[in-house]
Structures are given as structure tokens and as C-alpha cells.
């Protein structure tokens, strides 16, 4: 057996990045940047006022507050620029300021006086100093600069910004292709009523909602029965659809029916590993496929199966997308827990956040590798140390969500 680390170092060595591809920016979301993004345009493209008020040019900041300053016409969001002649003007909030604009006074700063003709002046309440409220041409973004990093997670706050600067399609890692493969003849679908001995499918919906938050598509789900053949099968249709990463569920411990490490070397795969110093998930296997993809024989249990899925998995879509290695959370425990020496333990948690804002975690009951309804109360993981035998209250240990969490951070251009 090897170690909870050593497995995920294997993992990530044997996971290659996937191949760029130009997708339109509106189906980007979840996607990761395969290059720098760099910025054609400036943000904002030319100067603008920066809220309603008047555009005055320099020989109005020499007038004292109080003279009468000619008013004439309104510069409204999306007008054309024009010169700004001996009377002030009207502006809007994003309007372009006209050409001679010295400064913009905002509406609250002025009075402005109707005259019976129907002419305006205004008088300012205040001295104006020059270039204020105006947003000026690539204060936000300089054209030619970076603006988002290789290795950015698409979110919709950054459709916002390509949007913005009228970026239309952007270069991510192409999604890798998934199969999930089900084993075991006990295994019922969704509503079916159940005969002695059967239980519901439960792996399988599980991993096929969690991998699209992994970063991958499912191209391929299948139910089948303890049968070598049948696997070996499943496994061909997997590959000859362009799966990259290859689940299966159960038959990998040491029972009479666990054939698939068998299977595996009939397919000439390469064992990477099988069986950790890891609980829940002991009998976890990876495999590399002479196809190049990467395999993991999960346990059938529940939580070995979602633990391998949370972090095996997920460390080599990882690496897959151009993406580093996840950092945990570091949070304190709240109350204190015993184990054996020689394994890590995965164990549900919840974390939480306290008064004085520190991450507190607090191991939830029920751990055994059956249980799914704590499960669905936790809302993260806890690894405790292999070497660890006590864990007292008050103890830091690292912990992660209990789903990948979509967005990365830092966020930075490359330039930064």
C-alpha cells in the first residue's frame, strides 16, 4: 500500500494537459484559459463623464462661484463627440466628454436660472477644480495588457469583462471526456422496486452530477453485471468514445467477484497502484489504458467512492486543465478525535466560520463508508494525518470543500 500523498503525486504525473480549443466566449463558463488573455481594446474606450452634471472648458474655472455661465445643449450616453464652444453644457453619465473639456461639475454643484426666452444659465455653487469626474480612455484596461491569466477558471464575472471589451472567442483546455462504468448485479436504476438483495444505484448519479464541477463531460454511463467481459467491453466503448477519464464503481477489494484488476491487465493497462493507506477508499485503484486514459477502480461503497471521485479524480482533471494542484482550507478543530496510526482518514465535516471570523471544523458522526445521509449534511472533508493518533480540540488541520469549488484564486494577469 501506498500513502494518500504518494497516490496523488502518481495521479498528477500520469495526467497530460488537454489540447486547446477556440470556443465563442458565451460557452466559456467553467472553462479554463489555455493562454493569457490580452485586451485588443482599451476599457474604457474614450473619455466619459463619470456622472450627470455640466462639461466646462478652462476659461470657466477662472470665473468666481456665482457669475452666470451660458448653458447650452445636452451630451446624452451614445452621441457623438463634438467641440465644446463658449457655453458649458448639459452632460450624462457616460456620455463622451466633448472636445475643450476641462472638467465635469455634477449637477448638485450647480444652480442652474431659466430665462423667459427659453435660455439657460448656470452658476456654480463652488469653486470647479479641472479633470474631475472624468473616467479616461483605459483607466480600467490598457489595450495590449493582460487581463486574465493561463489557468483561470471562466466565471461569470469575467463574461463581464470579455464582453466589455469586446472579446468574442477565447482559447481554454478542451473539456475532458468522462465514462462512468457500474458494476455489480445488485444494482437497481432510479424507481425500480427492489428484490431481495438489490440495492439503488447511488455511485453512479453521484458521479456524473459531481465531474461536470470537475471540469469534465460524461460521454458515457453504463450499469453492468459482475462480468470480466462485460467490463473489458465497457471499457473499449469508454476509449473508442475519446474518454480521457475512465470511473468505475466496485468490484476492486479481495471477494470472489472483484474482477477488475484482472480485467485491467487482460486490456494490457498499466496498474499504477491498488489499495492505499487511505480510509474510506483502501481498495482504490488507478490504471493507465494503452490509450493513454487514466482509469480509477472505485470502491463500490459509498463515501471510498466519493472520496476517490473528490480528490483522485479531481487532481488529475486538474493537471488535465492547466490548473495546480488544489490548496486546502486550514481550519480548527472544534472537538477532539482519536484514531488508529497508519492511514489518513477522509472524514465528513462541517466547517464553519466563527464570531472572531476563524474556520472552525467539527468531524460529523457516522463515518463508516455506507453512511450517505451525513454525507449530504457535511459541506466539507477533513484529512487527518496517518501518523496522527490523538487530534486534540484546538488542533489545525487541512480541510477542503466538500464539492470542488468552481472558482480559483488568486485571479491575476500574468503581468501582475
Known amino acids: 500500500m ?49 456622472m450627470d452634471g455640466f462639461a466646462l472648458h478652462d476659461a470657466h474655472l477662472a470665473l468666481p462661484p456665482g457669475t452666470p455661465i451660458a448653458l447650452h445643449g445636452v451630451q446624452a450616453a451614445g ?17 463622451v466628454v466633448p472636445e475643450g473639456t476641462a472638467t465635469v461639475v455634477p449637477v448638485e454643484e450647480a444652480t442652474v436660472h431659466s430665462a423667459a426666452d427659453g435660455s439657460q444659465t448656470f452658476v456654480l455653487n463652488a469653486p470647479a477644480s479641472a479633470g474631475l469626474h472624468i473616467r479616461r480612455t483605459g483607466e480600467d484596461v490598457q489595450a495590449g495588457t493582460a487581463v486574465l491569466a493561463a489557468g483561470t477558471r471562466l466565471q461569470p464575472q469575467h463574461r463581464m469583462l470579455l464582453a466589455a471589451l469586446g472579446i468574442s472567442e477565447v482559447r ?14 445488485e444494482l437497481v436504476d432510479d424507481h425500480a422496486a427492489l428484490a431481495d438483495g438489490q440495492i439503488r444505484n447511488s455511485n453512479g448519479p453521484y458521479l456524473c452530477a459531481a465531474l461536470p464541477a470537475m471540469g469534465a463531460t460524461v460521454a458515457l454511463y453504463r450499469r453492468m453485471p459482475d462480468s470480466a467481459v462485460a467490463y473489458a467491453e465497457a471499457v473499449r466503448a469508454a476509449e473508442q468514445a475519446g474518454c480521457r477519464i475512465i470511473l ?21 493497462a498499466e496498474v499504477v497502484f491498488h489499495k492505499l493507506q487511505m480510509r474510506p477508499g483502501k481498495p482504490t485503484l488507478f490504471a493507465v489504458l494503452p ?84 454525507f449530504a449534511q457535511a459541506n466539507a472533508w477533513a484529512v487527518l494525518p496517518e501518523s496522527d493518533t490523538a487530534l486534540d480540540a484546538g488542533r489545525v488541520l487541512d480541510c477542503y470543500p466538500l464539492q470542488p469549488r468552481l472558482m480559483e484564486w488568486p485571479c491575476v494577469p500574468a503581468s501582475a
Not at 3 to 18: D, K, M, W, Y
Not at 79 to 95: H, S, V
Not at 292 to 313: D, Q, T
Open 291 to 374: 490509450s493513454g486514459a487514466l482509469l480509477f477502480g472505485l470502491p463500490g461503497n459509498p463515501m471510498s467512492c466519493a472520496v476517490g471521485a473528490r480528490f483522485f479524480v479531481q487532481a488529475a482533471l486538474r493537471q488535465m486543465q492547466g490548473l495546480p494542484p488544489e490548496q486546502p482550507l486550514r481550519a480548527m478543530l472544534q472537538a477532539p478525535v482519536r484514531k488508529k496510526p497508519g492511514w489518513t482518514l477522509i472524514q465528513k465535516a462541517a466547517l464553519a466560520v466563527s464570531d472572531d471570523a476563524q474556520l472552525q471544523l467539527r468531524v460529523l458522526a457516522g463515518q463508516e463508508s455506507f453512511r450517505i445521509q451525513p
Open 172 to 185: 481554454v483546455r478542451a473539456p475532458a471526456k468522462a465514462a462512468v462504468l457500474c458494476t455489480g448485479a
Open 2 to 50: 501506498i500513502s494518500f500523498q504518494q497516490a496523488l503525486a502518481a495521479v498528477r504525473q500520469r495526467a497530460s494537459p488537454q489540447p486547446d480549443v477556440l470556443l465563442a466566449a458565451d460557452a466559456t463558463l467553467g472553462h479554463v484559459l489555455a493562454e493569457d488573455l490580452i485586451a485588443t481594446e482599451a476599457l474604457p474606450g474614450f473619455d466619459n463623464a463619470a
Open 248 to 268: 468505475s464503481t466496485g468490484a476492486v477489494s479481495m471477494g470472489v467477484f472483484d474482477f477488475v484488476p484482472e480485467a485491467l491487465r487482460t486490456l494490457g
Open 79 to 95: 452621441d457623438a463627440r463634438f467641440t465644446l464652444g463658449a457655453a458649458a453644457c448639459r452632460i450624462m453619465t457616460g456620455a
